[in-house]
């Protein structure tokens, strides 16, 4: 059977739309809505929301490889994202990342053999002023040190 | 003591609710708004004086004064919360720790321009903000400043959050137009401007986050109060955010005018102990750097610091201490911009791309001769050449890093490693 959004999904689509004047402006609420159902946005799903939306596959997949935030691959049950770009680096990020790293046993973009953690460095998160920063599924961690990640890590089951 | 305009509120406990809000005085602008006509809104956030803090600095009243009224088009509010400007965590405070301040701005800047539907778009990242705006326009709509006749006054506003989902050039006006209609974030080519052809092909205005939190004051108080606080040109106050190696990094709301050296010492508290400062990025990182010497001069505002050779910006301050390797900052910003232009330009594609390759390979001491120059060469044809100024954005930091730290670029050259192990 090929994939469907669930009811709830469903409902938040139509509530979406009545938002806009145009079904293509509710695509990045839709991106999220199915992101949340089914984790990340693979090929079935680019196909469900253009059946659902009325829009070309091609314009969705164009559209999905634009924003880093939409997942062109499943992520493991955590994924850390860690800032890498000049305040928090000033602030000593680099040894933060190498750290995740060697703990995870892990390059940046991969998962870890047991699908707990992903690792991805990405670009300022807004949390220059208490860097190093990362953000953990949605949830922002600042200040970081390798101690503070290494309890973050063991909080997270 | 100068009157608070944005941050009033930040040390009131839960004043992201409303009635704490409206306990501070908070909607009551919007009562005095209705009373006038949106013209005469208009006319006094004209009188104010008070420039876009999103980057560019342009007079918000002059901006609101562009839209047609007579085009039969709905008009659209697009609010700016993509804050992704590297040193720039300003807009968050205010999403998180005072959300009505910017719903109200917003309702207010909506009356004034005719517009009935506002679209708040918000980076994808942002979690905590989202949550606390969700809430807060839930409020606003339960307590009648949102939705249809607003207070009575036969004014209707609907307001939307619209979340991004991680591109940095969503910020820049156009893109974000673009991406609000479901599309990839490509700036578009100016004119039309906006503001007679933006939103769905409406006129539409785009204001960042801290530009409409300021409105309620200066409704409330009359522009005049406003004036008073700045300078002539630079009316007003605004937020600056702090970051890099001092001792209170964080958020600050001071008069447009002061010396940069008093944020630095008096609001951050001077470098962290041992460090000595090396130089100062004034408005996000893609503004000239400013070395420490040029930091003791300069005032804090539009005019001082286009002046000195740099721009106020976003008022994001990086700071960057002795120990740290210049080639190394600018590898970083090079690599963030390659990262996120959108593609559409040749000479910014290639440009960040190939300027990041070169740095990459330099900073690993495999710089030749005449990279350096090539570097400038390569921002010399990237600057003024493209649709949107994300080119200028890394065109800028290369030629003032360089033209001001160049020693520490033909060392790597030089001696095939860095400076600062
Ligand atoms: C590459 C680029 C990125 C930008 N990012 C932001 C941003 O994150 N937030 C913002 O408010 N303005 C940003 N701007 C500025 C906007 O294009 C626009 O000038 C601003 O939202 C207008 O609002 P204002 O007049 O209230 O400042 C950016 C501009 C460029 C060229
Ligand atoms: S300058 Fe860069 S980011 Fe701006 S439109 Fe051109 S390619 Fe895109
Ligand atoms: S540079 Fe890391 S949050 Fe801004």
Redesign the pocket.
Known sequence: MSLQFSETSEQRIEETLKRYPTKQAALLPVFWIAQEQFGWISQETIELIARRLDLSPAHIYGVATFYTMLLKKPAGKYHLQVCRTLPCALMGCDSLIGYLKERLGIEEGETTDDKKFTLTTVECLASCGTGPAMMVNEKYYENLTCERAEEILKELK | MMDLVLTKNFTTPNAYQVEVYEKTGGYQSLRKAFGMKPTEVIEEVKKSGLRGRGGAGFPAGMKWGFVPQNTGKPIYLCINADESEPGTFKDRAILEKDPHRLIEGSILCSYAIGCHTAYLYIRGEFDLPRRRLEEAIQEAYQKGYLGKNILGAGYNLDLYLHRGAGAY?CG?ET?LLESLEGKRG??RIKPPFPAVQGLFGCPTVINNVETLSALPYIIERGAEAYKKIGTEKSPGTKLFSVCGPVKKPGVYEVPLGLPLRTLLREQAGGLQDGKVLKAVVPGGSSVPVLTAQEVEQVNLDYESLQAAGSLLGSGGFIVIDEGYCMVRALTNLAHFYSH??????????EG?GWSYQILKRMEAGRGEERDIDLLLDIGRK?SGA???????ALAMPIASYIAKFRHEFEYHVREKKCLFP
Request: proline share 8%; aromatic share 4%.
């Open positions: 050039i820049e893109a490509y700036p996120e232009s959108c593609g559409q330009c040749s000479p910014c594609r960040t990237m493209t649709i949107c100024v994300l080119a200028d």
